[in-house]
């Protein structure tokens, strides 16, 4: 089994960057596609970012030119560099992967975008 862990949310003023991390268990950045997803207060989850098993990435339209995502394999580490940080990227966000044709989740790290 995986073991996902996020870090590197905090609070940032708009227009702000941050760079969240986390850490994978067992190194499958190079067989497994990664994702990051978010979920803001009462809203659904929703995803922001893919980097596929072949490194190729992709975005959703809300965060596309601002959000960057990479994986370093060595250290089995997933990244997502966010600049141009808006109110409205506040949210719990998430790293997951599919293993077993199900979704294993870490436990999110908080990003607040305020003033």
């Known amino acids: 089994q995986v073991q996902l862990v996020e870090s590197g949310g905090g609070l940032v003023q708009p227009g702000g960057s941050l760079r969240l991390s986390c850490a994978v268990s067992?190194?499958?950045?190079?067989?497994?596609?990664m994702h990051w997803y978010r979920q803001a207060p009462g809203k659904q989850r929703e995803w922001a970012a893919t980097?596929?098993?072949?490194?190729?990435?992709d975005y959703a339209s809300d965060v596309k030119g601002r959000f960057t995502i990479s994986r370093d394999n060595a250290t089995h580490t997933l990244y997502l560099q966010m600049n141009s940080l808006k109110p409205e990227d506040t949210a719990i966000y998430y790293c997951t992967t599919i293993m077993g044709g199900r979704y294993i989740w870490g436990q999110g790290t908080q990003v607040t975008v305020s003033s």
């Open positions: 980097i596929t098993s072949s490194g190729i990435p």
């Open positions: 067992r190194n499958i950045l190079s067989i497994n596609a």
